[in-house]
């Protein structure tokens, strides 16, 4: 009996053979907890340094600070007084860390609000250009002309009322056509008379933009006296002038000398520097001269070749 259950133990321990290749496993130990949590944030701390460092490249290097503040447009304004003003909008802080003055961060409708209150414009337009440049584009609103009497100039706003008297018309402004005629008295004696023609007025825009600004000039020899803040012409011919200056020079590039109210008191003549003429009329209001002086332009007419082009009748447009 014993011995019967001694072999069964010993058959119990019997190791018995595998066939076959034998496969050599390594059990490897998962790496304790805290130190993956330590690899992570190592990891997360170096990415938000990265970030933080990118974000600081952008917002305070140099190279994205607006450097560059381009003015185009000005012709009254005093241009230091604009780009100190556009300047200034953009000189502060935001929550005092972040400079408004960076590139992606100023911002075009501060500029334009602080310089739209601040100047009578027609047209203003604010544009970044990377990386540290703003374009500002205006056009300037008139709201004053210089008026030529033949004596002085004065400057009156768009209803016609003195605003200031400038100074004297010169002497050399003022042109004759005159005639000589020679008689020999019964006694022999000779005398000569010289009979003036024709005597006319020309400004002289040169010595105007030089001394008192880039106005229109609207000559009218009509006027008698030139009293300070009263009205002295037809606010209809001033606004006339300023919409004919306006045009002429911003859609067709052609600069305006100066504008001749005529003696008929309706009629109003444009003499362009480069010596052309546009006889419009005032009196009665016709607010289709201008698209008749756009569309002959368009079709037929070349304002560079013609000496005048008479947009003053409705009919048709005349040039020669």
């Not at 972040?98 to 337009?125: C, G, H, Q």
């Not at 022999?188 to 020309?202: A, E, I, K, P, S």
């Not at 003499?271 to 037929?300: C, I, N, W, Y």
Request: hydrophobic share 40%.
């Amino acid at each position: 009996m014993w011995n019967k259950r001694r072999k069964q133990k010993q058959r119990a321990h019997v190791m018995r053979p595998v066939y076959g290749t034998p496969v050599s496993r390594t059990i490897r130990r998962a790496p304790e907890r805290g130190v993956i949590a330590k690899g992570q944030r190592i990891k997360l701390l170096f990415a938000l340094l990265c970030f933080c460092a990118s974000i600081g490249l952008l917002l305070y290097h140099p190279f994205f600070r607006i450097s560059v503040i381009d003015v185009s447009g000005l012709v009254r304004l005093d241009r230091t007084e604009f780009h100190s003003t556009a300047n200034a909008a953009i000189e502060y802080n935001r929550l005092l860390i972040l400079p408004e003055r960076n590139f992606f961060l100023v911002s075009e409708d501060t500029i334009y609000e602080a310089l739209n209150s601040k100047y009578p414009l027609d047209e203003l337009s604010v544009t970044k250009l990377f990386p540290n440049k703003i374009q500002i584009d205006i056009a300037e609103k008139i709201s004053t002309v210089i008026f030529d009497t033949g004596e002085e100039y004065v400057t009156v706003d768009l209803d016609g009322v003195v605003i200031e008297q400038l100074g004297k018309v010169g002497e050399h402004e003022w042109f004759e056509e005159s005639e000589i005629t020679t008689t020999t008295l019964a006694d022999g004696t000779v005398r000569t008379t010289v009979d003036v023609l024709n005597r006319w007025h020309t400004p002289d825009t040169a010595y105007i933009a030089a001394n008192y600004g880039q106005f229109p000039v609207v000559h009218d020899s009509s006027v008698p006296e030139v009293i300070h803040n009263e009205q002295i012409i037809d606010g209809r011919v001033i606004v006339h002038a300023v919409e004919w200056y306006k045009h002429l020079q911003g859609q067709h590039q052609s600069p305006v000398a100066y504008m001749i109210f005529e003696n008929n008191g309706r009629d109003l003549t444009v003499h362009l520097t480069s010596g052309q003429q546009v006889l419009t009329r005032v009196l009665p209001v016709d607010d289709q001269q201008m698209m008749r002086f756009d569309e002959a332009l368009k079709q037929s007419i070349s304002l560079e070749d013609a000496r005048y082009i008479d947009v003053r009748f409705v009919e048709r447009v005349y040039a020669q």
